[in-house]
């Protein structure tokens, strides 16, 4: 493969990710309604909803600082970063060891600093609520996270995404235990990381338990627009991330270019099931006071670390 | 043994006694006495010294000791408590049977130490150098048990006498120079003293030292 | 080398014209902090050359008899000397503008103190045998001592010196064992001496025990960290960034330089003893911080959280080294020197932005600050730009250290030892957990003081301020711009970096990085091997800002830009005031309740008939329970015992001495 | 000569001063007698310097390397602080605690104690040495009491009996090493001389030899001021006045160690090295330990700056006692560093407890602000004395504790402990008193603060360059007695 058509699948990836994120979501969205006997809104829905708020005057509170206008773009383009190094397609990207795992988590991280940041700029009781509420999240989340990567670093002996994902795709099977823990690590982590149910409620305005929402009150039009779809492409990252790393045969070698229609086929079925998976489960599962939120979060850590250890146990 | 040698001896085993005496004694004006008796036996034994050795500078150490320990400073410690009016009973820390208990224990502990070192003397008083020790060693005993200034100072004193017998008896006298310094030591040492208790004297009104234990660790 | 010791000397001047006050004050308020600047920069160079040329040595005919004062410049040196200089040259010009409406006589001797402790930490790093390095170590404890008391009337600050300088002493005796048992009886107390001693491993890992703590004292590390919230808080903003950023390391010199250089044979055994001290440190300090609400109290607990990080870098490449893996024990000791630096410069930064914040509004209380961006957009910038990297977030410096050290605990597969092997990737979730809770410490820190409605002592501030911008002067924004340059260049240029590291690895280990990692482009920071890891903050940073740049174009193009302003949504309630904002204790309120066991709170609950009902939290460090006070206790109670010896009464002092002399006669026979 | 000149000059000073020293001028009297003996020193030193080890008088002095390092030290600060005690004394005068015959004593018993410490160091003859010794005592007791209050009285009363009695056990040491001497060089007065004892000290009678140290020991150490003989010393520090607090502690402690470690040098030639040095090194830790605990419950001033100076002397003892070429030269260098330090330090608490009127350390505060030069004074002082370098203390500390950590490392932690908690008590009390808000007032006149100044940069030099004629004389006496 030369550098060149890399560059562009490289290109081409990371667009197809932004612009089917949304569909993703629309389609958890549509799952969920079923599930809760409810009548399912388009699945194109979040497309309308972003051009209608790109439409709109900006309104913006009056002691906001640069700041606060930037850190839309900011997690745009952080989540973009995102979306080019998780292997969804393929594992050829070029540019992917740009950032290894810790860098995505660095970069996830970064995101959510701006939007803590901007959610603390205009001086609203909710703003700082929510800020607190995230950076409290994130603190177990993170690690957790990084640790649930580190069990895929230390089995692929690399923190390349590309390398672990071909490691772990492309060899004859095999049981991993610490893969198990890891795996129940990550979907814990991805909960709360994306703001679903049991740690946060995307549709809630509610004052007492919101947090993602919390921090983004004060957000209106093209910056709202902006962090919707952000968001949108940190779900469909995570879980294009978790795809690829406990489930990721389909996905296409490096130059194996005849492969990769089959892996769209397979990836838009593992994606359809793991959306429906995530409704099933925002379903079944009630809203956790935010007081276990640590504790979950913790318990996901702590399972991470096993994981880890599990594989140095296994290993002898 | 020469005949010499046995009055030493015996001379020896007097100041040990007074040295007993001494610890045993209640009153004051008889502790100087003593003292002055010790210093009459100090003389004696260091003139017999002399005598028997030829050491010409001994009888020189032996009028000394006769002016300083027997006249000058029993006189002055008499006219020492006649100025400042103290005739009272000397006071111990320790019961005298006790005391008395202790200082056979030390002298037995002196002679045990010196023996070993007597057998290497070359004088003819090779035995006094254990009594010297054990008078040094008695004399402190009596100033650690003493709780007014002056039988402490003359405890002091007691114990300077026992250091010039050891001198003396062990090893025919120091030179000349260092025994007329000691003396010079010795003499200023008894006039500050005296200083000293009329100084205690007015600020204290007393001469015991118990009112003296102000400076210390609390 | 001559040059660095032109430096010094430049130095030791400017400190005695300090103190002569040229020109009433004019040489002390006008010159000597921007020429101190200049020989730092020129100190920076030297120090960065010495990376590439072979070791210099020098010796002065000072010092004691038979041991002139030995002066060496290798890369070691040059690395710490390079941090020394650059970091100090931003201090220094950041301290011109600072101190230049201090009174005369004060302004003298901090103008002598302030040099003198350069002075001093440059010759702690270019001494060459134990003497000088203890002189100097010892006169850099002092110079900072007294800069601490600057403000000796206040009780605070007078405890503060003395627990630093206690503490510090200590350390420093212990230090001086150490050479000690190097130095074991032949030769002299140069390092060349006490580099070719042969120990038992017995002693050489007592002496790895008494470096270890010694410079530890030092570093704030725990549980000899007590000295560092108290001390760095209280003295003036550019000498606590002098302090953190620059004398702690001088620390970390000392412990590679002695453990790595001095002592040799590294044991696994104390790699192991490193990381768990690294560990507790690392996470008492970032705990500790969460719970501050004084700003460069705060600061100062992340600085103990950073030397934990330090530590652990430097405790993995031990281990490695013991079990002979030289590759994997440079990429230990790069991330631990490369985290040095960083936070040399981020901290640095940091405390002379919550130096500014002091010296404009005259608060350090976080939960009396708020929307301070408005006034002092430029420091928020800056501030903004440490806190980023303080937090390890890609693309700025903090980051790459980190990122680093996880490498380094990535390759444990490579151990044989089993339950090391399982132990080291528990470090590196510590550390990440540490990362994770510094990045919310600094949300807490920027949001609370920078963003937000002002409170009400800052709008007080603001109100007092003759002009709109209360923001620090020139000399205090070339500073911190500095420092917030070279934050991104030390982010985005790793693999440069990487390459001076590397050749003070392989003069420490005999051994530096694989090939692979050494050839790779200049935009890739390869650590082991392409396969194995990679990170271009180069193209991170290039992609983040050209979607910022093409979505902001796009969306402009594409719809519109318009924006119209509006009082902040209330959500129905009317009354919205400064006071309601989240403080930076209710920010560090979750926290603590995950924590709680950790910290030793005192709680006073107003009653209910309680006329001005306060709810007083005190979070306190338990170690001055449990190791400090106790010490403190018993050498109360030994010193009363002792003091039984002297009651006043002469015949018991008699008696001593009779017994003193019945018991060596006793003895002798 | 030059010997004659040293012995002469403060002898005839104190005659002098016996009839004038209640004069207005007398403290420059004083202070020009102190130079004059100050430059015999300096000449003397040339000598030996030059010359070599000399003796004189038919062979009754003597001078080599150690003592007449010691001379020239004691000559120096001796003359220091008659500067010192020229304001001092004058204003003590002012504020009516000395009258005008006082004074007299004052001056005329100062050149004596003066003349009695040359006279101990450059005595050949051991028992004029004692007597010198005993006459040091006799000639600064008085000085202890010289203000008459009860607590004056009491200290100078324990200083006078305690020391008494002491070197009462010494004489008899001196006794069994004339005993012992006796039987080799025969009867006389050479049988006293140091020169020849050591001529023939591989002959002498071990047995005696050790008991002779004991009670040689147990007597200087008591002037020494080693724990458990220590206790005259706190008492007189702290109620005398401070210029002989300054020589007690600077000269006089010196002086008296000299005298064990003159001792020491005979005996290790008889019996075992291990014998002596493990005494001493057992009283020097002793004293370091026990004085560290005592330092920190200390509430006087003076005291507390006394009980430190017990502490040193434990170290010095101890770098004695270890013995070798760098223990040696280090206790040599930390006689020098801690005498002009210590002095200096007595210097500056004189000026701040008669700025303050007080000596107690809780009611004296901010002297930095009140007067810079005494609160600078007493904080470089103490830090000096501490320890921390670049002044000198810490050069001989640094040695000490590095011969300490490889040859007898048991040793460490004791010291690792002692040196921490004086560290913890001097420096703890003495940052309130040098810091804070000023309770000073004004003094009535200058301060003396060149002395202050010219010690500690001394001490500083000698923390950084030690010169190599020094060094070569420190090592010359350390051959001595190493």
Redesign the interface.
């Known amino acids: 493969m030369t550098t060149t058509t890399g560059i562009a699948f490289q290109l081409l990836q990371s667009l197809f990710v932004v612009l089917i994120a949304p569909l993703l979501m629309g389609w958890v969205n549509r799952c969920r309604a079923w599930l809760q006997n409810r009548r399912a809104p388009s699945l194109l829905l979040p497309y309308y909803a972003m051009a209608k708020l790109f439409h709109k005057d900006a309104v913006i509170a009056r002691d906001a600082s640069p700041l606060f206008r930037l850190t839309p773009y900011v997690l745009f383009g952080c989540m973009w970063l995102a979306a080019g190094i998780v292997p969804v397609l393929a594992t050829a990207l070029p540019f992917a060891p740009a950032a290894d795992v810790i860098a995505l988590v660095g970069v996830f991280a970064l995101a959510r600093v701006f939007s803590a940041l901007a959610a603390m700029d205009i001086g609203t009781s909710f703003g700082g609520l929510g800020a607190r509420r995230e950076m409290l999240i994130g603190f177990l989340a993170e690690p957790a996270m990084l640790m649930t990567l580190f069990t895929a670093a230390f089995i692929s002996g690399s923190t390349q995404l590309t390398t672990i994902v071909n490691t772990l795709a492309h060899r004859a099977f095999e049981v991993h235990p610490s893969l198990l823990f890891a795996a129940v690590a990550f979907l814990m982590v991805l909960l709360a990381e994306n703001a679903r149910i049991p740690i946060d409620n995307p549709t809630t305005h509610l004052e007492l338990t919101m947090v993602h929402e919390a921090m983004i009150l004060e957000y209106s039009a093209r910056h709202l627009a902006l962090i919707e779809w952000a968001v949108a492409i940190k779900l469909f990252a995570y879980m294009t991330l978790g795809i690829a790393l406990f489930l990721p045969w389909g996905i296409a070698a490096a130059g194996d270019w005849a492969a990769l229609p089959l892996a769209v086929v397979a990836l838009g079925v593992k994606l359809a099931l793991a959306g429906a998976g995530l409704a099933l489960l925002e379903s079944l599962l009630a809203k956790l006071r935010l007081f276990l939120a640590p504790e979950f979060l913790s318990a996901a850590f702590l399972l991470a670390v096993l994981g880890m250890l599990m594989h140095f146990l296994v290993r002898g | 043994m020469s005949l010499s040698a046995q009055i030493v001896n015996l001379l020896a085993a007097l100041l040990l006694l007074i040295g007993f005496a001494m610890l045993a004694q209640r009153r004051i004006l008889t502790l100087i006495h003593l003292f002055a008796w010790q210093g009459v036996v100090l003389a004696a034994s260091t003139l017999i010294v002399a005598h028997g050795t030829g050491q010409a500078h001994l009888y020189f150490s032996a009028a000394l000791t006769i002016a300083l320990k027997v006249l000058l400073i029993p006189w002055v410690l008499h006219r020492l408590i006649d100025r400042l009016n103290i005739r009272w009973d000397v006071e111990t820390l320790i019961n005298i049977p006790t005391t008395m208990l202790i200082g056979i224990a030390l002298a037995i502990f002196a002679f045990a130490l010196a023996t070993p070192i007597s057998q290497l003397a070359s004088t003819i008083t090779r035995s006094t150098l254990g009594i010297a020790l054990a008078s040094v060693l008695l004399s402190f005993l009596m100033m650690i048990v003493r709780r007014k200034a002056v039988p402490q100072v003359i405890g002091f004193l007691a114990m300077e006498n026992g250091l010039f017998f050891a001198a003396t008896s062990a090893t025919y006298g120091m030179p000349l120079v260092v025994e007329l310094g000691v003396a010079l030591d010795v003499l200023v040492g008894t006039f500050i003293f005296g200083i000293f208790f009329f100084h205690i004297r007015e600020q204290f009104d007393s001469l015991d030292i118990r009112h003296m234990e102000k400076l210390k660790e609390d | 080398m001559s040059g660095a010791l032109a430096c010094i000397v430049a130095w030791l001047a400017l400190a005695v014209a300090s103190l002569l006050r040229l020109r009433g004050a004019w040489f002390a308020r006008c010159a000597a902090f921007p020429l101190g600047a200049l020989a730092a920069l020129v100190l920076a160079v030297i120090g960065l050359q010495a990376l590439w040329q072979p070791a210099a040595a020098m010796t002065l ?6 041991l002139p004062f030995h002066l060496h410049l290798d890369p070691l040196a040059g690395f710490f000397l390079f941090l020394l200089g650059a970091v100090s040259a931003a201090i220094s010009v950041y301290a011109a503008g600072y101190f230049a409406d201090e009174a005369p006589g004060r302004l003298a001797l901090i103008g002598l103190q302030y040099h003198v402790f350069l002075a001093s930490m440059a010759l702690v790093i270019l001494a060459d045998d ?2 000088l390095f ?6 850099m ?2 110079a900072s001592y007294f800069l601490v ?1 600057t403000d ?2 206040e ?1 605070a600050i ?1 405890s503060a ?2 627990l630093y ?2 503490i510090a ?2 350390g420093a ?2 230090i ?2 150490a ?3 190097l ?3 032949r030769g002299d ?1 140069s390092f060349a001496a006490l580099r070719a001693a042969q120990l038992t491993p017995f002693w050489s890992s007592v002496a790895f025990l008494l470096a270890f703590f010694g410079f530890g004292a030092k570093a704030g590390m725990l549980p000899l960290h007590a000295w560092l919230p108290e001390a760095h808080p209280a003295a003036p903003s550019p000498v606590s960034a002098l302090m953190s950023g620059v004398m702690l390391k001088t620390a970390i010199y000392g412990m590679v330089r002695v453990i790595y250089d001095l002592i040799g044979g590294l044991r696994w055994e104390w790699g192991l003893v490193v990381l768990v001290v690294g560990a507790g440190t690392t996470l008492f300090g970032v705990l500790y911080a969460l719970m501050q609400h004084d700003l460069k109290r705060l600061l100062a607990y992340h600085s103990i959280e950073n030397i934990g990080i330090i530590l652990l870098g430097l405790g993995m490449s031990m281990v490695f080294v013991g079990f002979g893996h030289p590759a994997a024990a440079a990429l230990g000791l790069i991330a631990a020197l490369y985290h040095t630096l960083n936070h040399a410069v981020f901290k640095a930064l940091l405390f002379l932005g919550a130096g500014s914040i002091l010296h404009s509004t005259g608060l350090r209380n976080l939960n009396d600050m ?2 301070l ?2 006034r002092m957009p430029q420091t ?1 910038l800056y501030f ?1 730009i440490g806190a ?1 990297a303080i ?4 693309p700025l410096n903090g ?1 790459v250290s980190e ?1 680093l050290t ?2 380094t605990a ?1 390759q ?2 490579v151990l044989e030892h ?1 339950v090391v ?2 132990l080291l ?2 470090f ?2 510590t550390l ?2 540490a ?3 510094t ?2 410490c ?3 820190v ?3 003081a920078f ?3 002002p409170r009400e002592a800052a709008h007080a501030a603001h109100q007092a301020a003759a002009h709109g911008r209360i923001d620090c002067g020139p000399a205090g924004r070339i500073g911190m711009a500095w420092l917030a340059i070279a934050c991104f260049v030390l982010g985005l240029f790793p693999s440069a970096i990487l390459l001076l590291l590397n050749r003070i690895c392989v003069a420490l280990l005999g051994a530096g990085l694989p090939e692979d990692a050494l050839e790779s482009s200049w935009i ?1 920071l390869v650590p082991s091997s ?7 903050p180069l ?2 940073i290039l ?6 740049c093409i ?2 174009f796009g ?1 402009r193009r ?3 830009g ?10 129905g309630y009317p009354l ?1 005031t ?1 006071r ?3 403080t930076a204790d ?2 560090g ?3 603590r ?2 924590f709680g066991p950790l910290y030793l709170m005192r709680r006073h609950l107003p009653g209910p008939d309680d006329p001005a009902p306060r709810f007083v939290l005190r979070i306190e460090d338990r170690h001055w329970v449990w190791l400090y006070l106790p010490v403190a206790r018993l ?2 109670f ?14 018991i ?6 017994l ?3 018991v ?2 006793v003895f ?2 | 000569m030059e010997i004659a000149l040293v012995l002469g000059v403060p002898l005839a000073g104190g005659l002098l001063l016996a009839l004038v020293g209640h004069r207005r001028w007398a403290p420059e009297v004083n202070a020009a007698a102190s130079l004059l003996t100050f430059a015999a020193a300096a000449l003397l030193t040339a000598r030996v310097i030059a010359d070599g080890p000399m003796t004189a008088l038919d062979e009754q002095f003597f001078v080599d390397p150690f003592n007449v390092f010691l001379v020239a030290l004691t000559a120096l600060v001796a003359f220091t602080t008659a500067l010192f005690s020229r304001p001092y004394m004058r204003i003590e005068q002012h504020h009516g605690r000395v009258n005008a015959a006082r004074l007299r004593l004052y001056h005329s018993m100062y050149q004596l104690f003066t003349f009695t410490m040359v006279l101990s160091l450059l005595s050949n003859n051991v028992g004029i040495l004692w007597v010198a010794l005993e006459g040091a005592t006799l000639s600064t007791v008085l000085l202890v009491s010289l203000y008459r209050t009860p607590a004056s009285l009491e200290a100078a009363w324990k200083y006078f009996i305690l020391c008494s009695v002491g070197i009462a056990q010494a004489l008899f040491g001196v006794i069994l090493l004339y005993f012992a001497a006796e039987k080799v060089i025969g009867p006389g007065g050479s049988s006293l001389l140091w020169t020849h004892l050591y001529a023939v000290r591989g002959e002498l009678e071990p047995t005696v030899l050790s008991l002779a140290f004991v009670f040689l020991l147990v007597g200087f150490g008591t002037k020494v001021g080693l724990v458990p003989l220590h206790n005259w010393l706190p008492d007189a520090h702290a109620e005398g006045p401070t210029p002989i607090s300054a020589v007690l502690s600077g000269l006089l402690l010196n002086v008296a160690l000299y005298a064990v470690v003159r001792s020491k040098v005979l005996v290790d030639g008889a019996l075992d090295r291990s014998f002596s040095g493990g005494l001493m090194m057992g009283f020097g830790l002793l004293s370091v330990v026990v004085a560290a605990f005592f330092l920190s419950r200390q509430r006087d001033i003076k005291r507390m700056f006394a009980y430190s100076s017990i502490e040193h002397m434990g170290i010095m003892t101890f770098a004695f006692g270890m013995g070798g070429p760098v223990a040696a030269f280090a206790g040599l260098l930390h006689m020098t560093v801690h005498s002009l330090t210590k002095s200096a330090i007595f210097f500056t608490v004189g000026h701040a407890s008669q700025a303050t009127g007080t000596q107690s350390m809780a009611q004296i505060r901010g002297l930095i602000e009140q007067s810079p030069t005494i609160g600078w004074g007493l904080a470089l002082g103490s830090l000096a004395i501490l320890g921390m370098p670049p002044f000198g203390v810490f050069t001989s500390e640094f040695m000490v504790l590095t011969t300490a950590m490889h040859e007898h490392p048991w040793a460490t932690p004791f010291l690792l402990v002692a040196l921490g908690v004086a560290f913890a008590a001097i420096f703890g009390k003495m940052q309130p008193m040098v810091f804070g808000e000023p309770t000073a007032g004004r003094l009535p006149h200058a301060p003396a603060l060149v002395p202050v100044f010219a010690h500690l940069t001394i001490v500083l030099l000698l923390g950084v360059y030690i010169p190599p004629y020094l060094a070569d004389w420190y090592h010359q006496a350390a051959r001595l007695i190493g």
């Open positions: 005919p000072l010092g004691l008899p038979g134990a003497y203890m002189v100097a170590w010892e006169t404890a002092l008391t000796h009337r009780p007078r010196g003395f300088l206690l002493h200590l005796i212990a001086l064992l050479f000690g048992i130095h074991g009886g107390y708020g929307g961006i408005r928020a903004l980023l937090s390890a977030l890609p980051f990122w996880f490498q990535l444990a597969p089993g092997r399982s990737p528990l590196a979730a990440a957990l990362g994770a809770l990045a919310m600094f949300v807490k920027t949001g609370v963003l937000g409605q890739w392409r396969a194995q890891a990679s990170y271009s193209i991170f992609v983040i800002v050209a979607v910022i979505t902001a969306v594409f719809y519109h318009r924006v119209r302003t509006a009082p902040p949504w209330d959500c919205q400064a309601m904002q989240d209710a920010f309120q979750p926290i309740h995950v050498v109360g030994l010193s009363e015992k002792v003091a039984l010896l002297q009651r006043g009464r002469i015949s002092y008699l008696l001593y001495s009779f003193t002399l019945i060596l006669l002798v026979r």
